[in-house]
């Protein structure tokens, strides 16, 4: 009979260059200048979670970026990786009270929207329109079906 072998997990070189700078200097300084190049854009993202100003500083094209690697090993060293570090971006589950693009689409129909238009709300009310489309996601369904509250009572 054959034993299942335990599959270990493959390091990713971006996560462990982005843990090794608040854990190992010597790890940061050990890694060659294409590594740095590969993986600066996606450092310089993750870290502009916690320090945005000081991350656009260095998204520029003309900078050196295994200097660049070297001085976040150098400013943000502190033995531990913090937790918002492993923060994920994309939640794999969907949650029922996401939006859709059909209810973000009977939005724009009823308040005659552009994409444009849309676009702009979303950057200057995010959180405000969003809970508007699901307040009123039910609403717009009726509506849009021809039906409205006034008729279901009736």
Excluded at 22 to 42: D, P
Excluded at 56 to 79: A, E, M, Q, T
Excluded at 140 to 151: C, D, F, R, V
């Amino acid at each position: 009979m054959a034993e299942k072998e335990k599959k270990e997990k493959k390091s990713n070189p971006l996560f462990d260059l982005i843990n090794a700078l608040f854990t190992s200097r010597e790890y940061v300084y050990g890694i060659t200048a294409e590594t740095a190049k590969q993986n600066l854009f996606m450092v310089l993202r993750r870290l502009a979670i916690k320090y945005p100003v000081e991350a656009n500083v260095f998204n520029d094209s003309k900078v050196n970026p295994l200097d660049v690697i070297r001085f976040w090993s150098d400013y943000l060293y502190c033995g531990v990786a913090p937790k918002w570090i492993y923060t994920s971006v994309a939640s794999k589950k969907k949650s029922k009270d996401d939006i859709t693009a059909a209810d973000i689409k009977l939005y724009k129909a009823h308040n005659d929207m552009t994409d444009a238009q849309f676009e702009d709300a979303m950057r200057f009310f995010g959180k405000e329109l969003i809970d508007e489309i699901k307040a009123e996601r039910d609403f717009y369904k009726k509506l849009n079906s021809g039906k409205t509250n006034e008729e279901e009572t009736d």
